[in-house]
């Protein structure tokens, strides 16, 4: 390929999209003159992706065309100067390499901006979040008033009304199933990376204090008796509530068990691992002690 010909590149992030380029070209990532046009975002719940992007161009001295020319010269016998002379050659070389590999990387002024500048939500993203919770609500026959407001890509909708202990029974599970819906809702209409979080009256503020005062009493009565104790059926940010919670005490440890998106926190002592193992007795044990 010409050293002047430039291509472009895709992958998952910028790293793949080098590796697709320098298998492709046939080259290693220092023969690269590369150019990062985007570098890709990773979606609201793997939704609306964007891949990395690359501009790239053979550099005009490429190694491996060198060695190639050197190789069909005549081989002369050399002397101990210039062995010498070759071998100090050989180390300056090596040592531009790895500066120059180290900076062959160069961001495009589109993508520098992208990356520095702080991220802020669309108004059009939040209009359309607050109309479509709103018409859920409604299809759910708990009409309520719906406020939303963002900071940065943390974009906030409250719900207030006459039916927030209805939308928070079972420990906010039913919030939380809202939250996830308008999450995928969003992120299939919107290419934003904005992280939407769900409200009702002030239940997240309530639950967390619930869950961090749960866990210390918890960890009060594994340390008193050292029996395994455990908090039931939390979602992700429940469980790091008590994680968090718990970080800095030295006597308990805290793990997550089970499958799916609600899991419980198990609460023990160092050392026993979380967990018990029953006691199973052989089946003919007992007549065998009768006898």
């Known amino acids: 390929m010409p050293s002047h010909k430039k291509m472009e590149f895709e992958g998952k992030d910028v790293a793949e999209a080098i590796s697709k380029a320098c298998k ?30 690359l501009r790239v161009a053979v550099k005009k001295e490429d190694s491996g065309k060198t060695a190639e020319k050197h190789a069909r010269r005549p081989v002369k016998a050399k002397s101990v100067k210039e ?9 300056t070389a090596k040592t531009q390499k790895k ?35 709103v018409r859920i609500l409604e299809l759910m026959k708990y009409p309520s008033e719906v406020s939303v407001f963002s900071d940065k890509e943390h974009v906030t909708a409250q719900i207030q009304g006459e039916y927030v202990d209805e939308i928070v029974e079972q420990n906010g599970k039913i919030l939380d199933s809202l939250q996830y819906l308008l999450r995928k809702i969003i992120g299939k209409k919107y290419n934003e ?16 204090e619930e869950l961090k005062q749960r866990g210390l009493e ?31 005490d030295k006597d308990v440890r ?25 006691v199973r007795k052989r089946k003919g044990s007992r007549d065998k002690k009768t006898a």
């Open 193 to 208: 990376k904005a992280i939407i979080s769900l409200d009702a009256g002030d239940f997240r503020a309530v639950r967390t």
């Open 99 to 133: 500066a120059a590999k180290s900076q062959s990387v160069t961001m495009a002024p589109e993508a520098i901006k992208e990356t520095k500048e702080d991220f802020v939500v669309g108004e059009d993203l939040l209009t359309e979040l607050k109309a479509d919770l």
């Open 218 to 248: 918890l960890a009060a009565e594994v340390k008193k008796n050292g029996k395994t104790r455990s908090i039931p059926s939390l979602n992700p940010s429940e469980r790091r509530v008590v994680h968090l919670a718990l970080q800095d």
């Open 254 to 278: 805290s793990r997550s068990v089970g499958e799916g998106l609600f899991k419980k926190v198990l609460i023990y002592r160092p050392g026993s691992k979380g967990r018990k193992a029953p």
């Open 24 to 53: 492709a070209l046939n080259v290693s990532q220092e023969n690269l003159d590369i150019e990062v046009l985007t570098t890709g975002t990773s979606g609201i719940f793997g939704l609306c992706r964007q891949k990395a992007r």
């Open 83 to 91: 062995k010498t002379a070759e071998s100090k050659k050989e180390h």
